[in-house]
């Protein structure tokens, strides 16, 4: 008997471990094309990236961990009812429940090992991820910027760029609204460019060759262009 549930163990193990890798080097390559653009493109360092991608896997195994056991189990079961061992064991009087104990075993401790990562794993993955991307961003504040979309990471500002160049922004737009029913206020500049602050963890947009339409307090349908 415990030569069979080793066996069955044995059985089960293998394509668990094949399927976790297969299933999180696919949810991983999905990644892969963004992280290769902030290491060649935008000149993020290794060391960040490498955070990025490691604060990641703890995200990525709630999902796989799960899909790996089910592919696991249907992989190896289906291999031993396929080659009629399972037959052979039911003939021989043995009661297969016992010999699949082990399995339902191995479930309960990838159910608990899960809950202690939603609990308390995934939450400081979150966290550091949110971290690191500051931390590149006040670095390099341009790699964690997308041009053609709308930005409002920062507080009180919606910024849209329409081209970067390297650390230079081409086209920028930046609407403050001003609240409800009131005109947003709006600067338009040519060119600009953010210069990092790293010892205060902030940075600053440097604008060049602009103007900046600010509504009237009196009359909020009228502006003043100021260049």
Do not use: C, W
Not at 68 to 85: C, P
Not at 197 to 204: D, G, L, Q, R
């Amino acid at each position: 008997m415990k030569i069979l549930r080793n066996y069955f163990l044995k059985e089960f193990i293998g394509p668990l471990f094949l399927a976790l890798g297969v299933l999180t080097f696919v949810m991983i390559l999905g990644n892969l094309i963004k992280i290769a653009d902030l290491v060649i493109n935008k000149g993020v360092n290794i060391y960040s990236v490498t955070k990025l991608l490691l604060f990641m896997m703890p995200y990525l195994l709630t999902y796989t961990l799960p899909i790996a056991a089910l592919t696991a189990v249907l992989l190896s079961l289906g291999r031993l009812s396929s080659d009629n061992e399972i037959v052979a064991i039911r003939a021989s009087g043995i009661n297969l429940f016992s010999l699949i104990l082990p399995l339902l075993i191995v479930g309960l401790i990838l159910s608990l090992v899960l809950v202690v990562f939603n609990d308390r794993v995934i939450p400081y993955a979150h966290y550091a991820t949110r971290r690191t991307i500051i931390e590149i961003g006040v670095k390099n504040p341009t790699a964690v910027l997308e041009p053609g979309i709308f930005i409002n990471s920062f507080e009180k500002y919606i910024l849209f760029i329409y081209r970067i160049d390297q650390n230079r922004l081409i086209n920028v737009r930046i609407y403050e609204p001003q609240g409800p029913d009131k005109p947003a206020r709006t600067i338009v500049a040519k060119r600009g460019e953010f210069i990092a602050v790293p010892e205060k963890n902030m940075i600053k947009l440097k604008l060049m060759d602009g103007t900046s339409d600010e509504p009237d307090p009196n009359n909020p349908t009228n502006f003043y262009k100021l260049n």
